[in-house]
């Protein structure tokens, strides 16, 4: 059973950039399709970006792309995500998320089995 720990949060001014980390206890994080989502304060949670079992799909929400990059190390058992060009409204907790689920399923946040504790994003203007 995967464990998925983030951490790289912070406050930014608009503009800058953060890096968030996901460390997966699962030795076998290979098996899982990965993927970031955020809510936002006062609403839902919603998908930013997912990448598949070997990091050869990508996928980002529209608000995202662009700005943010989705990234992984199997090796490592991590899940990463770079977002530069922070605006204020990217402000929300962001969570990391490990799927068996198909790939064709990433950004249906019901279908992912396992999900970190969430990391909260401020990004001031």
């Known amino acids: 059973q995967a464990q998925l720990v983030e951490s790289g949060g912070g406050s930014v001014q608009a503009g800058g950039s953060l890096r968030l980390s996901c460390a997966a206890s699962?030795?076998?994080?290979?098996?899982?399709?990965g993927a970031w989502f955020r809510q936002p304060p006062g609403k839902e949670r919603e998908f930013v970006a997912a990448i598949s079992l070997n990091g050869a799909f990508l996928d980002y929400a529209d608000s995202v792309k662009g700005r943010f990059t989705i990234s992984r190390d199997n090796a490592a058992n991590a899940l990463y995500l770079q977002m530069n060009s922070l605006k204020p409204q990217d402000t929300a907790v962001y969570y990391c998320a490990a799927s068996t689920a198909q790939y064709s399923y990433r950004k249906d946040a019901l279908r992912y089995n396992y999900w970190g504790q969430g990391t909260q994003v401020t990004v001031s203007s």
């Open positions: 699962e030795r076998t994080f290979s098996r899982y399709h």
